[in-house]
């Protein structure tokens, strides 16, 4: 049954609720802050846990430097522990998606993603029970075939690409031609996996600008078949029941790690001998090739040599034919000229011969001509002797033929007969003319006898003639024969005369003759003697030319053969030069890949648990982070809370001090009476814990976690409120609260009770120091003075307001300072320090055509060697950081400003040492005139013993990555070698066409690894100013709910203690702007004293804050921006007024009627 | 026409749903220059005429003129602007700013109004020239209400309006402060409304006003009063 002193506290709580609020709202506020704030982390892990079970994150990594083969696989699977073991491939590569070049880390997708099924968000079944590091496909299908890919769904990209977009593979971390098969893929989905849970923080790569930028997924058969598997990602039996991180968990994993690693040495040494056998195998392949081939080029060398050596005796051969061809030809033309000689003697011999036989003829024959003539002229004398001879004898012969052919031998016969012929025929005609006389003349008879006479007559006449003629002849004949016979007297004379001549003549004729025949015929015989010679001659010269001829064409021949055949052997030459060049170069390969062989190292295994995942790390680290920061925040709060309570309980005691003392009076204990204010305060603490804690609890982790979603793809596990921290937050919030309360109630109750029955004399006004300053008081108004004195009357008010304003301030400050601080990043990175905002990387240093050409495409350029190394220093040795080494340093300083931040003092990068960013320095633990040790890494990026060693002459001003930057000859100096100028620092036109022509055009260029731009790096900041901007809006919300709390309170104890005052001020007719004045004026002045607190003690958390949630790579800006400042103040004054516009009301409602009431 | 003229004046309080008439149907006439104790009984409607009269109330009907103006119908903030210059008020709990010397919580009221009086003068003439930087935790109650008195009177208001002014005081205390207050009625002129639960301050009143249950049961005129200093109770 409820008491009346129950009921008593019950009413006391209704009829006081602004007062029961307070209280309860600031225990709400403080120990909602602090169980929200210190669950995110516990909560964040538990969401980890869960998407990694979910997913069958691994838990163990091993990673072979020479690759995993399937009997690691299966020795793996032995290992005690182990549960799950999936091999896989992963190579880093540079890649092209929509134009942009990104490091992309290219990773087998398991056959068995394509089955599997999502249970929720955070779990992926499978019914592989190997299938490790589960994808979520969150959108899209998976990849089918060769050619296809899934890409992070998170992604941080410059342009946002979508299903169907094409990934071109540019380059490999090594010879793509070892790695992958397939060089351009179609993105076909998005996935999330638990092994990138962190979007800006995927792992490191030594290609583009250092870090893996997206990570893709392609079918198993993309890589390249021989390729090993490089990693094999194993589950802990047993783990997953495990919390992610927590001791149990490592100690357990540990234990497996310490069993692989048992195992290693021994798989380290079988992949060696495998790798060594096989290679031994493919090298020994490769010599016997080698040994083939050169047999082979050897042979078909010695037949080339042999044939030229043929062609090479033919020639000679040749040669000495056509030497003896040419002497020949010489000798035939030395004969053939004698010959042209003696024939040439021999036309003329000839010739003079024929004259002198022509002459000794023609003399021969004019001496026969003479004799001829003379001889011809006897014979003419004769032959006209002759002829008259002959005409002579003609006549007679004529005469006598004329008698031979009257049948007469002779003309006396003839005559004879014709004188016996005259007488018979004159005898007959005498008859007949007798007879024809006797006949009648008519008689037939008589005409015939006539005719007869007649016939007879003439034939007498004419033989009568005859008669005459021939006596004529017989004279002429008788001359004639006389005439003959002269005649024949002078021809004998003649032919005495000339008896022999004709003779003589033909003798000498042909004696002439036959000597000019026989001249002739020797002429003859001569000539055609000549003529055969030359006949000979000339076929000896044509067969001289012919053969001349042919020695040219054998001399061309030859000449052309021997070309040839010089050439042959040049060509000869070369190709045993080559042959034996590369004969030997084989035959250094084979040796330095025997060496290689022979060299070849055992590989290491690392084994490696989840801190070695980025994604992993990473989110538990800021899981830590906020959990530092959920040490320290809530503080405020804490401190607000318990001075809330002090105040509030205090007024509410001194309220009542009449009722306690009717308590005490009553006979009420000390202890009772102080239980009620007890009881209250803890009720309200209690109602304000369950509520902030339930609220805040669930709300705070919620928010953060979505503020982290934008970096972390881990989704969120269900809410769950986390005991010991609520407890131990409500313990905290409840017993500062009733700490203030027995403290405020103790006080009061020593008074003794009749005392406490009289109205407490009201607190005595005070003169405060300000006074003593006396011109300057009397210039103050009674308002002002009521309100100092007021001020530093009521302490803890002051107290609890200065320091609840100062928290809200603060809190305001440290979200715009950490906006600020990152927004610097960007802002003092690429806005004041750095003006390049593309480098091209090219593989080696270009030439000076391709230089010059690179500048031209840029506005404004510098070349530098980039590196990377490990920095070490006293306090950190594993810190990644990027060496520049400055062509020209001054022309590198134009597009990165190297200066001191405070005070922006340049700073001078030297010939005498390196220049390294403010926050590698304050990490390494180095200032100025420190050495810098700068380790090589090895391939999993670890350092090397290989430490390079370099004196630190500047600290500049940097806010992302880690740089140090060292002049051309420090860096011959220290290394040992020239710098390589490869990249390309440039500055161009910030507009998105002036990039991409930039881009296009760079790419172009020979030689041309990586075109990177300052937009990728400023975009992922601009991703994690979201993540800011969120937390920012918690801080703002958490401050104001303060200065509410806080201000409400005070406006409240300040009214209704001093009603009173009030109601008389309204009175004496102070309009309502003055009594708002006269009380808001102390709450004004107590904002902006707790203003001007809290942005000290704000630029205190702010550098807290920054400090603990930096990360590695980033310094975050140092300077909160004035507007901050101003905004932070602002924006409490804002708060204050929004109070106080709320509490006027209630001062509008304070009754005039007040002031006619006695003290109570 | 008088200096204050109650017409017929009602003021009703709505208590839930039932209606109270603290003032029911009050008339009467105050001449300047005049004492005038108003004098009834608990619950008489005493206070609720001095809220009225005071212009920290308004009433339900009926008409309250003051030098001419009715007030009745104020509105807020003229009511505001009539309590600043027109009356000063003396409570019974004297009601000093506990932060404010003696000078400074009479300044607190002089400095809001248009002709105020010096607050030293109006120190000295209620006879506390020696206490001007003393604190009213270091003033006794007579001080205090002193410091009162001459709070209300450096407004230099037209009607001086006293409520209970002696109820916390001793008896001689209370009956100095009596004095003052009929000396500064007679001697500055000034109209001094008095209100008082004890009848036998009536006798030093120019004029009293008795009522009882909301109305106004008698006005006496007193043509002698007496001298405070007679006064017994």
Redesign the interface.
Known sequence: MASSFDKEIVRSITGTLGRFVAIAAIVALGCGFYAGLRMTAPDMDASADRYYDGTALMDVRVVSTLGLTDDDVEALRQVEGVDAVMPARETDVMATIDGEQYAVRVHSLPDAAESSAQENNATIASDDANYLNRLTLVEGSWPTSAGECVISYDRVMNVPTKVGDVVTVTEGVTDLDDTLVTRTYTIVGYVRSPYYVCSTAMGTTSLGSGTVQQFMYVPNDSFVDSMPYTEAFCTVEGAADLKDGSAEYDELIGEVIGRIEVIAPEREQARLDGLRAEAQAELDNARADFEAERADATSQLDDAANELARAREQLDAAQQQLAVSALQIEQTERQLAQGRLLYEQGVSQLASQEVAAKRQLAEAEDQLGQAQTSYDAAMAQRASLQGALDQVNAAIAAIDKQMADMHMSSVDEALDQALEALATTQGMLEEAQAALAAVDPDDPGYAALKARVETLQIEVDKLTLAVADLQALQVQRAALVEQAAQLEQSIAAIDERTAGVPEQLAAARAKLYAQRNQVNVQLAAAQAQLAASKVQLDSGTSQLEDGKQRYEQGRSDYESGRADYESGRADYENALAEAESKFADAEAELASAQRAIDDLEAPTWLVMDRSKNYGAVSFASDAERVDHIARVFPFIFFLVAALVSLTTMTRMVEEERVLIGTYKALGYSRARITSKYVIYAAIAAIVGAVVGIVVLSLVLPAVIMEAYAIIYSVPKAPPCVDLPIALLSAGLGVGVTLGATWAAVTATLREQPAHLMLPR??????RILLERVTPLWRRV???W??TF??LF?YKKRLFMTVIGIAGCTALLLTGLGLQNSINDIIDKQYGELVSYNAVVVFDEQPDDAVRSETEDLAQKSAWAQELSYIAQGPNRSDIMVSLAVPQDPEAFQELWTMRERAGHEPVNLGSDGVVVTEKLANELGLKPGDELRLAEQDQMGNATSQVYEATITGIMENYVDNWVFMGPEVYKRTFGVAPEYTSCFAHIDDSDEAHETFGSQASALPGVRTVSFNDEVIDSYKTMLRSVNMVVVVLVVAAAALAFIVLYNLTNINITERV??I??L???????G?VNAYIFREITILSIVGAAVGLVLGVFLEGFVIVTAEVDQVMFGRDIHATSFVLAFALTMVFTVIVMTFMRRKLAKVS??E?????E | MAFVEFRDVRKIYHMGEVDVAAVDGMSFDIEQGELVVVVGPSGSGK?TL??ML?G??SCTSGSIVLDGREIGSFS??QL??????D?G?V???Y?L?????AR?NV???S???EHPLSADDVLAQVGLAHRLDN????LSGGEQQRVAIA?ALA?NPKLLLC?EPTG?LDYKTGKAILKLLQDTSRNTGRTVVLITHNSAFTAIADRVIRIREGRVAEVLLNDRPASADELEW
Request: glycine letters at 4%; aromatic letters at 10%; hydrophobic letters at 35%.
């Open positions: 004399a009201p607190k005595a006004g005070k108004s009674f308002s003075k009521v004195r007021n009357r009173r005052e109601a008389t309204k009175v004496l007719g102070f309009m309502s003055e005039m009627v002031s006619l009431k006695s003290n | 206070t001095l809220n005071g920290m109330d807020e903030k505001t602007e009539y309590r600043r210059y009356i008020f409570f019974q709990f009601n700013v506990q932060n404010l010397t400074e300044e607190l009221a400095q809001i109004c604190f009213p935790a270091q709070r407004k409520d916390a």
